[in-house]
């Protein structure tokens, strides 16, 4: 087996094309804002792209002109206010976005859908909603052994997923701790995807603790290996979540003019996430997360 | 006259003396979390408390700012994905209550957190759904925490995203959702709740301080309350004590 370990740029040129359907999944926690300023900085275009909470880096994808659909399930900035790209786009018309809209165990149910191989999922919900009306995706489908009446979405099969991790081997297989989101239904889901790491560890760190693996090398098409890749979200045991940044883009992408300043200053005016952070020297002091371990276990038969 | 409370330090308050020891609680970020917390503190130390980020059994050190606080993480009983916390928990009946919050909230307890106006060109983008939907089908009880004002409590909602005690006419029986819905809005004047026949949310508890008209004249409806309306304290010395010094110091959510 050969090493899939690549470069950030060059994760992004080989795996993410125009046109494709993207996610960048996690959950608050993990979410890879390097790998969405590496698209920006690519400039990727008529992007699909999907994930339960935009957050803010899919607020910056919208602004930069790289999105023309959001799939999505819950568009806020959580504990913060708005994301005012997002809600200029649906208010104003500018830029152009569609979007296509559940709830959050719809999407989850759409992303288990497409991890399972099949055509849709099963869920008892929406009865009485508009969500249905304002999506006419969710459907409904009668059991047949109950003759109940289920709601139903279809599967979400992305083009590319970008999911990140505490740690990899060299061929892809990552571990996860802290909240796991939908992490690994976005990534069986996929055609492609990319794991970013905090640390590339070797193989036998990941066989010494097999259950800690959320996704097998067999799914990955490349390993980045990015500390501090989530900044400003978090990675658990790594380093917080920069909550002040969170309530500074209230103020940011409020005036389209100071978001489009950011882009200039913190993605094209940096050449990679190691420069991004040569420039912020503080946020190791300030966020660097205490250590609280936990024992291993015993795997032995 | 100058009150030595806040209205949101009555509403999490009132919220935290609703649940009850070893009650397993869904819980939201803001006057939900405080009031999940405040019970833990006091009458409820056994209080599960599960969010939708996967955490379950959280004993969060420090005040979550948002649902995927990594402090809800450290020290929980289980981290389980996402897909587990809506299929095995939620879906599957395990949450006995769960709260929720919105732009605007019907005479049924149905709320909007979607659009104000017009889905298709909204006046205000709101964020959606989250989890809410599911919340209000699933949840064997759901608690609404709103302030009152004729816009959040308005005769027609702009769009229903989660539902109520009537959805279009319809009971939820007919539309074959298992938990109870919203049994109560907690609001910063007094408490509504919903009638077994109507549906309806009527007034039944009036705060310290304040008068039907007051409260009629900031709902949408035309409200019905209870013959007798019963009282509601207002927040124990120990109550504030907890909420202003160990639970919210930096009066994120406390305003």
């Known amino acids: 087996m050969h090493s899939k370990v690549v470069s950030m740029q060059e994760a992004v040129a080989a795996h993410v094309r125009d046109g494709d359907t993207v996610v960048i999944e996690g959950f608050t926690h993990l979410i890879c804002f390097a790998a969405g300023h590496e698209i920006i900085r690519q400039r990727r275009r008529d992007l699909t792209i999907a994930r339960l909470t935009p957050d803010l880096i899919y607020d910056q994808m919208i602004a930069a002109g790289c999105a023309r659909k959001l799939v999505f399930s819950w568009a806020g900035n959580p504990g913060a206010g708005s994301l005012h790209a997002f809600r200029r786009a649906v208010e104003k018309g500018t830029p152009k976005l569609e979007i296509e809209e559940y709830s959050h165990f719809g999407m989850v149910a759409r992303m288990s859908a497409g991890a399972a191989g099949l055509p849709f999922w099963t869920m008892r919900n929406y009865m009485g909603t508009d969500l249905p009306v304002a999506n006419p995706r969710i459907r409904t489908v009668t059991c047949p052994y109950t003759g109940e009446v289920l709601a139903t979405v279809p599967a979400l099969n992305p083009d590319v997923t970008v999911i990140h991790a505490q740690r990899a081997d060299q061929y892809g297989n990552a571990q996860v701790w802290g909240l796991l989101g939908v992490q690994k239904e976005a990534a069986f889901a996929s055609k492609r995807v990319i794991v970013v790491v905090e640390e590339l560890v070797d193989e036998s760190v990941i066989r010494a603790d097999p259950n800690r693996t959320l996704i097998p090398g067999m799914i990955v098409d490349a390993v980045v290996v990015e500390p501090w890749g989530c900044h400003p979200s978090y990675a658990q045991g790594y380093y917080d979540r920069d909550n002040d940044f969170y309530v500074a883009w209230e103020d940011i992408s409020r005036d389209p003019a100071k978001l489009q300043e950011y882009l200039e200053q913190w993605v094209y005016g940096v050449k990679d996430r190691a420069e991004y952070l040569a420039r912020q020297p503080d946020l190791k002091a300030r966020l660097t997360a205490k250590d609280q371990y936990c024992e291993g276990v015993n795997y032995g038969f | ?255």
């Not at chain 2, 050190?61 to 009983?77: A, C, F, M």
């Not at chain 2, 395990?94 to 919105?102: S, T």
Request: proline share 7%.
């Open chain 2, 1 to 255: 006259m100058a009150s030595e409370y806040t209205p949101s330090e009555m509403m999490a308050a009132v919220a935290a003396r609703e649940l009850g020891n070893g009650e397993v609680v869904f819980v939201g970020i803001g006057l939900p979390n405080l009031a999940c917390n405040l019970a833990r503190a006091l009458q409820a130390p056994d209080l599960v408390l599960i969010y939708e980020s996967g955490a379950v059994g959280a004993v969060p050190e420090r005040l979550p700012v948002s649902i995927g606080d990594p402090s809800l993480v450290t020290g929980s009983l289980m981290i389980c994905s996402m897909a587990d916390v809506f299929q095995l928990f939620l879906q599957n009946g395990k949450i006995e209550v769960g709260f929720l919050g919105g732009a605007q909230v019907d005479r049924y307890g149905n709320i909007n957190t979607t659009v104000i106006g017009g889905y298709e060109k909204p006046k205000v983008r709101l964020p959606g759904s989250g989890g809410a939907a599911e919340i209000a089908v699933h949840a064997q009880r759901v608690l609404i925490i709103s302030r009152l004002n004729p816009r959040a409590f308005p005769a027609e909602l702009d769009f229903l995203t989660s539902p109520g005690q009537r959805c279009k006419g319809k009971t939820r029986q007919e539309l074959g959702m298992p938990g109870a819905g919203p049994v109560k809005v907690i609001t910063d004047k007094g408490i509504l709740e919903s009638d077994p026949e109507s549906g309806e949310m009527v007034l039944t508890a009036l705060y310290p301080g304040v008068t039907l008209e007051d409260v009629k004249a900031n709902v949408g409806w035309p409200l019905q309350s209870r013959a007798e309306l019963g009282a509601v304290a207002p927040p124990t010395g120990e109550e504030l004590r907890l909420l202003r010094e160990v639970l919210d110091p930096r009066k994120l959510f406390l305003g």
